[in-house]
């Protein structure tokens, strides 16, 4: 279960300078440069297709331009994933383990993390569709494994994300407590590997 926890995370939108290419993906940039930086306590549900509650979590979560995000998941059971602005760290103390890819790796793992990046080829890949006050963003290419993330605010303040897989699993991220990066919040996006603990560096993969 802390598995799915983990994964849904990693495929969240990280959100700075989305280029616009349709009227509702203009009005969601409008949207998201009003949020250049959040640090926010989250709480979790994830259900299966029969909206059966599978996992509840519990955590924090940062974002700060550019390509920076933190999302620390505290209970049940701790991991973290830090995103340093070039490199893509997720980390699991209890096995005592940390992989490592680039952005453009964790954008392929998990195509909906294409928020992170502002480049028109990326985002001609989905469709974004608004409802109210929430934004639906699916990926074109069925063979993806997100099958829609909305994300939803109230006035400019980001306050829901739902990930919804394509076995049905939806992951409902619920955001409090809410404000801007700090200073001394800085340091939530630098990553530093602990002392023994196995890396999976796929970066050196890629190239090889």
């Given at each position: ?100 890819m680039d952005i453009n790796q964790a954008i392929n793992a998990s195509p909906i993390a294409l928020l992170v990046h502002s480049d028109d080829a990326t985002w001609s890949q989905y469709t974004v569709s608004q ?8 990926p074109k290419d069925t063979d993806s494994g997100v099958s829609e993330v909305q994300v939803c605010f109230d006035a400019n303040q980001l306050t829901q994300m739902v990930l919804k897989d394509q076995q049905g ?40």
């Amino acid at each position: 279960m802390k598995k799915i926890l983990t994964i849904a995370a990693l495929s969240l939108p990280m959100f700075y300078q989305t280029p616009a290419f349709a009227a509702d993906a203009d009005e969601l940039k409008a949207k998201l440069t009003e949020v250049n930086s959040l640090k926010a306590n989250f709480n979790q549900t994830v259900t299966d297709i029969n909206n059966k509650v599978i996992q509840t979590g519990e955590g924090v979560f940062a974002l700060s331009h550019p390509n920076q995000f933190y999302w620390h998941l505290t209970a049940p059971d701790e991991s973290l994933i830090v995103a340093d602005g070039a490199d893509v760290w997720v980390y699991n103390p209890f096995a005592e383990e940390v992989s490592v890819m680039d952005i453009n790796q964790a954008i392929n793992a998990s195509p909906i993390a294409l928020l992170v990046h502002s480049d028109d080829a990326t985002w001609s890949q989905y469709t974004v569709s608004q409802k109210g006050n929430c934004f639906d963003i699916s990926p074109k290419d069925t063979d993806s494994g997100v099958s829609e993330v909305q994300v939803c605010f109230d006035a400019n303040q980001l306050t829901q994300m739902v990930l919804k897989d394509q076995q049905g699993n939806i992951s409902d991220f619920s955001l409090t407590n809410q404000r801007a990066i700090a200073e001394t919040d800085r340091d939530l996006f630098k990553f530093i590997v602990p002392d023994d603990v196995d890396i999976d560096d796929q970066r050196l993969k890629m190239t090889n």
